[in-house]
């Protein structure tokens, strides 16, 4: 079965319900004019008829045929009267004239009444009792009258009746084409921008139209659009983050067999280095062992940190003074600092600031943005902690003097594995990340306004029931 549009619809109910309603109310109104003409004409040969009866009177009473022959002519100038006749009391026709005609005709009759007073001496009596005169039926007219002038009219007037009907219907057609148009045209754009999002065009919107319904469908429109998008965003990162996991287990498992094999290997190689130390002369020699040494010590902090990150320790959470446990870290990680030209200028407030966390996780987690901080000054130079007791949540901020974060790396710098440096494993930040996250905090990075040196925010909630 064909499916019309709401275009041809409402078309199509606009030609039917014009036509119909103009020739029902043309139909009722030739009709009504066509009796009321009728009964106007009808009204107006009675009374001709009547005329004549009223001038035939003495010419019948005295049957005086030449003056009423002349009476009938006279009537029979009028426009639509065909024939005339006078006939008295005895069926006998005193005057009969007629136009050759072959017209269609209707005849009407007008009796011819003689009315004698009784008292028509008596002023009083034909004052008060005019109805006491007596009337004796001495003849009739008979006109035949022709009725094709109404039957011409009622013509004229279908004809023109059908013509305004044909001029109603076409502009009926022209007034609902614009009207059905201004009503599809917007659900015509909203199809066409539905295909576009089909077709994977997420960014198109529509504009509302005119009309508040098919704008509040625009807006609505748009508004799904806007979910879809916020939707296909969260899924897209849902889909990385499976992806992360997935690779994070896969690490998990291989750091964990890399432990097993090297780590025993690599202790035996540590013993044997201590033990050849003694043996060997000082000198070249002993410069080779400390080669030896250094990278058997690069080794194992490489196997530490991929066990750290590949099997984290479950967090002991407790209640945690944050701001007193900071303190405490930044003054032990100073000592390891000694050898540089760093200094760390912390802001802590001196009250207490209580969340529920595991310290040990947590300050190694900062540890490793400390560490990169002093990394990226060059072992020199300034690095700013700052710490904020909110209601909600603690703020921590580490900032350095740094070159800063290059803008493509922003994005990578907590996947594991993702370093820049020579030496560095890319597992700091992923660890710190890690750690953050479990305690239900957040990690950010940016680069610093005045364009020199990153900064590091941590946030951690101070909520009760994590
Ligand atoms: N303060 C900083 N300034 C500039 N770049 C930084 C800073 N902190 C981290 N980065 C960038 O992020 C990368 C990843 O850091 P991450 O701590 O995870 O690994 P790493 O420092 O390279 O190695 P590791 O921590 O194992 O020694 C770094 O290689 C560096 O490019
Ligand atoms: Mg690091």
């Known amino acids: 079965m064909k499916r019309y549009g709401i275009h041809f619809r409402l078309l199509m109910a606009g030609i039917l319900l014009i036509s119909a309603s103009t020739l029902t109310l043309g139909y009722i109104g030739v009709n009504i004019t066509h009796e009321f003409m009728?009964?106007?004409?009808?009204?107006?040969?009675?009374?001709?008829?009547?005329?004549?009866?009223?001038?035939?009177?003495?010419?019948?009473?005295?049957?005086?045929?030449?003056?009423?022959k002349r009476l009938a002519e006279n009537l029979l100038l009028e426009k639509d009267v065909i024939r005339v006749m006078i006939i008295n009391d005895r069926e006998e026709c005193l005057a009969d004239v007629a136009k050759g005609s072959e017209a269609r005709c209707s005849t009407l009759e007008a009796p011819v009444i003689l009315k004698e007073n009784e008292n028509l001496d008596n002023p009083f009596r034909q004052q008060f009792h005019r109805k006491e005169s007596k009337e004796t039926l001495i003849g009739k007219v008979r006109i035949d009258y022709s009725v094709e002038g109404i039957a011409e009219l009622l013509t004229v007037m279908k004809v023109r009746f059908i013509w305004w009907s044909a001029i109603l219907a076409v502009f009926s057609v022209l007034l609902f084409y614009f009207l059905s148009r201004s009503i599809v045209s917007p659900l015509t754009r909203l199809v066409g921008a539905a295909r576009e999002v089909a077709a994977g065009n997420m960014k198109l919107r529509v504009t509302p139209g005119n009309l508040p319904e098919t704008s509040e469908l625009a807006l609505s429109f748009n508004a799904m659009l806007d979910s879809l998008e916020r939707s296909g965003r969260a899924l897209a990162d849902a889909n990385r983050e499976m992806v992360k996991q997935k690779t994070l287990a896969e690490m998990g498992k291989f750091s964990m067999?890399?432990?097993?094999?090297?780590?025993?290997?690599?202790?035996?190689?540590?013993?044997?280095?201590?033990?050849?130390?003694?043996?060997?002369?000082?000198?070249?020699?002993?410069?080779?062992?400390?080669?030896?040494?250094?990278?058997?010590r690069r080794l194992n902090r490489l196997i530490e940190e991929f066990l750290l990150f590949s099997k984290p320790a479950m967090p002991n959470f407790r209640e945690v003074d944050l701001n007193a446990m900071l303190a405490e870290g930044i003054s032990r990680f100073e000592i390891q600092l000694s050898g540089d030209e760093i200094g760390i200028s912390s802001d802590i407030p001196g009250s207490p600031c209580y969340a529920g966390g595991d310290p040990d996780l947590l300050m190694r987690a900062i540890g490793n943005v400390l560490k990169n901080a002093v990394e990226a000054n060059r072992r020199k130079g300034r690095i700013s902690v700052r710490a904020a007791c909110g209601d909600r949540a603690w703020v921590l901020e580490i900032l350095d003097e740094g070159e800063g974060i290059r803008p493509p790396d922003l994005g990578r710098i907590f996947e594991p594995f993702f370093t820049t440096r020579a030496q560095g494993t890319g597992l700091g930040l992923a660890y710190a990340f890690q750690v953050i996250q479990n305690h239900h905090g957040t990690i950010r990075a940016k680069n610093r306004s005045t364009g020199r040196g990153a900064v590091f925010t941590i946030e951690l909630p101070l909520e009760e029931g994590r």
């Open 38 to 68: 009728q009964e106007r004409f009808e009204n107006q040969i009675r009374f001709l008829a009547k005329y004549l009866a009223l001038n035939a009177e003495l010419g019948i009473l005295i049957d005086e045929r030449p003056m009423l």
């Open 257 to 296: 067999i890399i432990a097993h094999e090297i780590k025993n290997p690599l202790g035996i190689i540590k013993s044997s280095v201590d033990l050849l130390k003694n043996d060997v002369d000082q000198g070249a020699d002993n410069i080779l062992v400390q080669y030896i040494e250094d990278e058997i």
